[in-house]
């Protein structure tokens, strides 16, 4: 069972940034951030490919957030800039071993992180 420690989050202004960090005990082929606000459903938010590098991101964070990766120590990277009120969630780090291309459905990541909380003030 792949182990995965999530760490960052936090409460922040709106126009604020933050950075968040997880660390897999094994290389994935593909690393990836949900999100889960209040009352709805989890959603995807960003994905990187270990190999390639390839990345892919919601049409609500392109251009915001930036997903990367440290190949040695297994782990992915969040830096979320310029947030907004509606980014207020649980963001859970997802592990992937299963090939996709695009937009990954929550279906290709096997394991999941704890979920951290991100809260954006007004």
């Known amino acids: 069972q792949v182990q995965l420690l999530e760490s960052g989050g936090g409460l922040v202004q709106a126009g604020g940034s933050l950075r968040l960090s997880c660390a897999a005990s094994?290389?994935?082929?593909?690393m990836g951030w949900f999100r889960q606000a209040p009352g709805k459903e989890r959603e995807f938010v960003a994905a990187i490919k270990w190999s390639s590098g390839i990345r892919s991101y919601s049409d609500s964070v392109s251009g915001r957030f930036t997903i990367s990766k440290d190949n040695a120590k297994n782990t992915v990277y969040l830096q979320m800039n310029t947030l907004k009120t509606e980014d207020t969630a649980i963001y859970f780090c997802a592990y992937g071993t299963r090939f996709f291309s695009g937009v990954p459905s929550a279906s290709k990541f096997g394991s999941w992180g704890q979920g951290t909380q991100v809260a954006v003030s007004s």
């Open positions: 094994e290389s994935p082929y593909a």
